[in-house]
């Protein structure tokens, strides 16, 4: 597998990532084939696959499905560890680093290897920040963890910096769906100027305008699950 090396080829030549995320508890199984019809006829790059409250066994289905219409590397970013599934191309194992709750920083972890060995997913080590955007999100609710408050850029800055020091090859700043406001270009430029490994930049972002704000400031990849959700038409804004 080579996703995470083609992250960092476009990363290198400064090609802008935009990946759909697709919630398993919200997406319908008969709708997949003319959703990802149109995410193959836009500018997407991934299908990122995961959600908040999802049952077992319905991300395996998903999943299956979604790759019947489309080439593109579908990536899980899951909740959960019941949203493991080899149907995928690769996993982001994230911890939580944001907050100090020990379950999403190793116990998750511990409980996924017998998941993840030999499931033949490539597993892509990210560092997963929540920032504070103005109302409580499922992230923090399920996580039960504090997200950094948005004035503390240092803080924010510093907790990225750790998690590259780690090993961890992404890292993943999270407003949360639905987000009132996206994570600040002031934010998203510190960050990236103290980083060394790709910066994914989601939350909140529900326009091209958003979205191209979000790359101009330093994020590599762009994920975007809600406005896809609300109105299939942002495809047609995004077509390539
Ligand atoms: C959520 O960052 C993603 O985990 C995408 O958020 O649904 O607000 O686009 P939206």
């Known amino acids: 597998s080579n996703i995470y090396q083609n992250i960092i080829s476009s990363t290198t030549k400064n090609e802008k990532l935009l990946a759909v995320l697709i919630d398993p ?19 997407a790059t991934h299908i990122f696959v995961g959600g908040s409250d999802v049952d077992e066994g319905v991300t ?43 379950d999403y920083l ?19 080590p990210t560092g997963y920040l929540l920032i504070e955007n103005g109302k409580v999100t499922s992230v923090q609710r399920v996580s039960e963890t504090k997200p950094i408050p948005r004035n503390h ?4 800055s510093d907790t990225a910096k750790a998690g590259e020091l780690l090993g961890m090859k992404l890292i993943y700043l999270e407003a949360g769906s639905g987000a009132t406001h996206p994570i600040d270009a002031h934010i998203i430029s510190k ?30 990849l762009v994920v975007i699950g809600t406005a896809f959700e609300k109105g299939e038409t942002f495809f047609e804004e995004l077509k390539k």
Do not use: C, W
């Open 25 to 43: 508890d919200k997406m319908e199984l008969s709708k997949v084939s003319s959703f990802i019809t149109k995410a193959n006829q836009s500018v």
């Open 60 to 102: 395996d289905i998903l999943v299956s499905e979604i790759k019947k219409h489309t080439n593109l590397p579908v990536v899980l970013f899951p909740g959960d560890v019941i949203q493991i599934t080899d149907k995928a191309d690769s996993i982001l194992f994230l911890s939580l680093i944001s907050g100090r709750n020990p």
């Open 106 to 124: 190793i116990s998750k972890h511990i409980e996924a290897v017998p998941r993840l060995k030999n499931s033949g997913l490539e597993i892509i």
């Open 153 to 156: 850029v240092q803080i924010i």
């Open 191 to 220: 960050v990236k100027q103290e980083l060394n490994i790709p910066l994914i930049i989601g939350g909140g972002i529900r326009n091209k305008t958003e979205m191209e704000e979000a790359y101009k400031a330093g994020a590599d």
